[in-house]
């Protein structure tokens, strides 16, 4: 059994900052790509931002230049550094990741909200 947890999120002003982590723990023999998608009210889920095992990194575009993904294959962890936020980055945020466990399959994590507002 394989498990994403986020953590990180939170409520925050127009400029400012937040970082957020998801760790994968359980039968895992290695992970692929992993990645960051969020959710907007009433919208559909989209990529923010992924990277891969080698560290490739891709982003949408309306978050390069203030969001930065990275990860620590070490402890099986993925992070978004999040700069300059703004109120349209306001969503659930959702953690995947490709792990080879038993079998090959995308994971996601439960989704932690960040809220950006004054």
């Known amino acids: 059994q394989v498990q994403l947890v986020e953590s990180g999120g939170g409520l925050v002003q127009p400029g400012g900052s937040l970082r957020l982590s998801c760790e994968a723990s359980g039968s895992i023999f290695s992970i692929n790509a992993m990645g960051w998608y969020r959710r907007a009210p009433g919208k559909q889920r989209e990529l923010v931002a992924t990277i891969t095992s080698g560290g490739r990194t891709n982003y949408a575009d309306s978050v390069k230049g203030r969001f930065t993904v990275s990860r620590d294959n070490a402890k099986n962890t993925v992070y978004l550094q999040m700069n300059s936020l703004k109120p349209e980055d306001t969503a659930v945020y959702y953690c995947?990741?490709?792990?080879?466990?038993?079998?090959?399959?995308?994971?996601w994590g439960q989704g932690t909200q960040v809220i950006v507002s004054s």
């Open positions: 995947n990741a490709n792990i080879l466990s038993f079998s090959t399959a995308d994971y």
